[in-house]
């Protein structure tokens, strides 16, 4: 498996270079701002249009996010520049620690305010960049929830995700028999399985451990409403004190 590149050879590579031209001018647009303000004002940049992959000039990938973000709150483009700017590497320490403070004083906000993609993003950050163990430990659940989503919902996807109806056969084979999936792991009994509600009790002790561990229950929350397998078979749950998700 390729290894990350370390930092020397970042600092060598003319490419990453290329992804900091213009840096400092951004760096001083965002210093000092007033979190408030950001909160109130709402971008202006037409219409939103999400961005797919990342420009190489930082201002034209940073106008590409303005666009994105058009209509939202500017503490959402701001969370979003900071993101950027740690990622190629600009004065990282100053950076990460002004994103760090957004998230500590604007959690709630954030978590309202942020779309999913960019809650893994904060995520991520958190990560790579702090020194907190237990935090870093907390939001890779998020990370994985959400990636492994987008592998079965690509997979999905790939099969023309042609929703054929419930085999009641088979469903009812789940609640009578054991399926074996892989490796002694057994399929979900829908609609009465108790795995993911256990598996909620062991979250919500857990992430109550650090105040940013909210990330991770809101991400959770999320998955249950639409677009992917959570969503469903919470909508083939039948038994109410085996749910999973918050009313």
Request: with cysteine; glycine share 4%; aromatic share 8%.
């Amino acid at each position: 498996m390729k290894k990350p590149r370390s930092r020397l050879a970042n600092w060598l590579s003319f490419n990453q270079h290329r992804k900091r031209f213009g840096a400092a001018a951004v760096a001083r647009s965002i210093d000092g701002v007033d979190l408030q303000q950001l909160k109130q004002r709402r971008v202006d940049a037409g219409i939103p249009v999400m961005t797919h992959g990342s420009k190489k000039e930082l201002q034209t990938h940073l106008d590409d996010l303005r666009q994105e973000f058009s209509g939202q709150p500017e503490m959402n483009y701001y969370h979003a520049q900071l993101i950027v700017l740690i990622r190629r590497g600009v004065d990282v320490a100053k950076h990460f620690s002004d994103f760090e403070t957004l998230w500590l004083q604007e959690r709630d906000f954030l978590l309202q305010s942020l779309s999913t993609r960019w809650l893994i993003s904060a995520a991520d950050t958190f990560i790579d960049h702090s020194t907190d163990a237990l935090l870093k430990a907390l939001l890779m659940n998020a990370v994985i929830l959400i990636n492994t989503i987008k592998l079965q919902e690509s997979e999905r996807y790939l099969h023309r995700m042609e929703d054929v109806p419930v085999d009641p056969q088979r469903q009812r084979s789940l609640q009578s028999e054991r399926l074996a999936l892989f490796d002694g792991v057994s399929g979900f009994a829908v609609g009465t399985d108790d795995t993911l509600r256990n598996m909620r009790w062991r979250l919500d002790a857990l992430c109550a451990t650090h105040p940013l561990g909210a990330m991770v229950l809101e991400v959770f929350e999320r998955v249950q409403r639409e677009g992917n397998v959570y969503a469903r078979f919470r909508a083939m749950h039948t038994r109410d004190k085996t749910a999973w998700w918050q009313d």
